[in-house]
Structures are given as C-alpha cells and as structure tokens.
C-alpha cells in the first residue's frame, strides 16, 4: 500500500460521515476524482450499442451534476460515491435510451 498524499481522493471521499460533505467543495472534489470517474464511464459505454453517441467525458460530466446537484450528498466512503456515480450513469444512459425510442 502505498502513503496516501493529502490531496489524495480517499482524504476527500473516505472521511467520517459528518465530514464527508464539507470535506471539499463540490468544484474540488471533481479533479481528484475524474480519472477514476472517466475509466468508470468508458466501462459503461462499452456495453452500449454501437449507435451510442455519448462519450465517456460527457457522461461523466451528467452524473456528476446529478450528484453534486442532488439534495444533501451523503456518501459513506469511496465505495458508496463510486456506487452512486455508476447509478447516476446508469440513469443518464437510460433516459438517452428512452428519448431515442
């Protein structure tokens, strides 16, 4: 295991409940995440069809409005934050899904 740096994402994400929210502003916590966030979102649209126009940075971008938008973010450590975001792909590429008909 490897010494973790200050700006580490698990410093962000992986604090106690009551800090996890005021760990770092939303406009922060995005950069230490975004590698992590991008990889998930291209896992995702490799399952997608081949007339899947979305790319892995937009929907990337989604979810992470939807997350930070969403009232009183709550995560209990890195894992639930990676869950929720992986939902909130799931839910962007579904409503793209339904809108195509």
Do not use: C
Not at 32 to 39: G, N, S, T
Not at 50 to 68: F, N
């Amino acid at each position: 295991m490897t010494a973790a740096s200050p700006s580490d994402p698990p410093d962000a994400i992986g604090a106690p409940r009551e800090r996890l929210t005021n760990a770092l502003p939303s406009e922060e916590l995005l950069p230490l995440l975004y590698a992590e966030l991008r990889e998930l979102a291209r896992r995702r649209l490799q399952g997608e069809g081949p007339g899947q126009t979305l790319q892995a940075t937009a929907l990337v971008h989604e979810a992470y409005l939807r997350l930070v938008g969403a009232e009183d973010p709550r995560w209990d450590g890195r894992a639930h934050f990676f869950a929720a975001a992986a939902e909130a792909m799931r839910r962007v590429l579904v409503e793209r899904a339904r809108a195509k008909g």
